[in-house]
């Protein structure tokens, strides 16, 4: 097979370049976004680039904490079989932050025939939205924004999530400040070994900035011609993030919410159309490019309503929508404008772009990319009209029909249509079966507030 001698001589090129390699982190991305995988030995890295390796296939329907719940018989009911793994080719990378040089790949997980995807894998998911726009002769250019949180790496006094301690100062941060160069240079030393990281996988990082949170910060991702590939862009990232942290000393999380009365964390989708000869048909002069972005924004107008429960896929990502907190609370749309649904950023008209931002920071980034995309195609292909283009301040104009629970945001998926038509329904069912079962366990016990409010 051509693709398996494409993945040898990946294998030795890196070998090569890093002979001191000790270990080879090879993993999937579940449906929760997590890495699931298995360590292997250095002396393994050709097997695994030379034939399939395993793994249990069920894998890739656990929820957050890893609990298989048995959805679509996939699990106990089916004695839960492993299914062929192959490398994702180009993802083999260094890990910086380890202490001990070791290296990481995404894997594929197939059906037993080793060819053909498993249609329960996340990545499977986009890349079936994604080429769905060839049949329009377009192809999407994609790059996600990322915003997180820095955090100490010991809790608060409830509990909770806590500000790190300024290196800088010696004092815990109370305050951010949105563009601030001071936040970016009181946590330089981690920050530029995040990008450090970035770069040494080979994820196209562009710029940082710091958010309103104290601590929050946002690294944008350049944009490419593969959503496939821009959402492993993200996954990546976040964890080359979350990992640094750690080996710096700090923590970070992408928790929609992780304080009150603080901002919430978004994972922002850019999205562009390129025609054949490489146009960006949103940027296109008169009403042609008029019409196409129109009918794209018509779309995930459309689709946003049963897209919530991907976009915000567990209970605290619905405390990030509230107004005037710069998140989206309706379906409006407008050209520079952040208090909408869908910002058109202002820049020169061939770079037009959409910017999607209701997707939390948590959110799975395949299926995110794959829903706003699904949206898109939507549009373009039934030829929608998008209400009036919005200005000023519409963060505090909510809409009682998008869904602000994770229950009414479940519900809306399995009564819609357009995610079943693009996700297939199989998907959609084994996607809400899932989120129902990981919020059941999650009220199985007594919360905290529980105690205080009603003991």
Known sequence: MTEWKQLRKEAEAFLVAHPDVGHLDAFIIDLAGNAIGKRYQAEAIRDVYSAETSMCAAMQLTDVNGECWDVMGLGFS?????????????????????????????????????????????????????SRFSELSLQPVVAIELEFYL?????????????PVSPRTGKRIEHGKVFGLEEVEAFGDVLDAVEASCKSQGLP?????????????????????DPVLAADHAVLMRRAIKETARAEGFDATFMSKPYADLPGSGLQVNLSLSSKDGTN?????GSDGEKCLGHAVAGVQAALPESMAVFAANFNAYRRFAPNQFTPVNLDWGENNRSVAFRIPAGETQNRRLEHRAPGADANPYLATAAVLAGVHRGLSDKLEPSGIEI????????????????????????????????????????????????????????????????
């Open 78 to 130: 089916d004695g839960d079989p492993d299914g062929p793994t192959r490398p994702v080719p180009g993802t083999l990378a260094p890990v910086p932050w380890a202490t001990v040089p070791r290296a990481q790949c995404l894997l594929r997980l197939f059906e037993q025939d080793g060819e053909t995807p498993v249609w329960f894998d996340p990545r499977t998911v986009l890349e079936a939205v994604t």
């Open 205 to 225: 990082v562009t710029t940082l900035s710091s958010e309103y949170g104290p601590g929050q910060y946002e690294i944008n991702l350049k944009h490419v011609a």
């Open 281 to 285: 048909v949103f940027g296109e002069t």
């Open 392 to 455: 000023g301040n519409r963060s505090e104009a909510i809409d009682d029909n998008l869904p602000r629970t994770l229950w009414q945001a479940l519900d809306c998926l399995e009564q819609g249509e357009i995610l079943k038509d693009y996700f297939g329904a199989r998907y959609v069912e084994a996607y809400a079966a899932n989120k129902r079962s990981e919020f059941e366990a999650f009220l199985a016990e007594p919360l905290q507030r529980e105690y205080d409010w009603y003991l």
């Open 151 to 163: 955090i100490d790496s010991a809790p608060g006094e409830t509990g909770g999530p806590q500000p």
